[in-house]
């Protein structure tokens, strides 16, 4: 009768931690689903066992979040493909009704599209981790067609892109260094890429063909309903 008792205990602890931890998972794809302004749910993976423990001391270790399409939804964020972020020392005060996440890091993938409309000039991904940039200017009175590619080099403290090691081609004639600088500084402003959700902050880049994968990093985020 004993055995029985503590096995049928056993499983519902079990069952009721399980329950519970899903139920928390949900809310809390609700609620980042409005802040991160996805069209869907985003994945949310609670990890640790057992999870009433975490419930217990209204903490949670680590949380693994993946959403697509982030930023759809509002104008007011950066548009990202896709992002994915690991949630350290999340706590919560209201039995995560409301939380905030001590640190987060992760990736975020930013599609080249994105960053031509924020450059205002046509921009491709043309491999080695460079870029193009094709537009027209003036030069010695006359339009011209300029080819410029470069590698998307962020500045973390402005969360601009500008592009390094510069190579311009006007008419099909390469310019030199100095006057490529000139050049680029003329028509490209640095691409502002801030803005991006939950308050996070690119901190690396790297320029692939899908796209544009950042190193983003956030501390102290509240997640609210």
């Known amino acids: 009768m004993l055995l029985v008792i503590v096995v049928l205990l056993g499983g519902a602890l079990y069952y009721l931690d399980g329950y519970t931890e899903r139920r928390v998972e949900a809310n809390s794809a609700t609620d980042l689903q409005g802040q991160l302004g996805t069209p869907d749910l985003p994945l949310v993976d609670i990890e640790g066992s057992p999870f009433l423990t975490q419930v217990a001391a209204r903490s949670i270790g680590t949380v693994h979040v993946a959403a697509d399409q982030v930023g759809l939804r509002t104008d007011q964020t950066l548009p990202v493909a896709h992002v994915d972020l690991v949630l350290s020392d999340v706590t919560t005060d209201d039995w995560f009704d409301t939380m905030n996440v001590s640190h987060a890091e992760g990736t975020a993938r930013i599609d080249y599209n994105v960053l ?12 080695d981790g460079r870029v193009e940039i094709v537009t027209t200017t003036t030069l010695f009175g006359r339009d011209v067609s300029a080819r410029i590619t470069g590698q998307p080099r962020l500045n973390v ?7 390094a090691d510069p190579q311009i081609s006007v008419a099909g004639v390469d310019l030199p260094d100095f006057t490529a600088q000139a050049l680029l500084r003329a028509v490209l402003k640095p691409i502002p890429i801030g803005g991006l959700p939950l308050g996070l902050t690119v901190i690396g ?21």
Not at 116 to 126: F, I
Not at 157 to 163: A, E, H, P
Not at 207 to 213: K, N
Request: overall charge negative.
């Open 116 to 127: 031509q409309a924020r450059a205002g000039v046509p921009l491709t991904y043309v491999g």
């Open 157 to 163: 403290s402005s969360q601009t892109v500008s592009l």
């Open 205 to 225: 880049i790297d320029s692939r063909d899908d796209g544009v994968h950042a190193t983003v990093v956030g501390d102290n985020l509240p997640i609210t309903r």
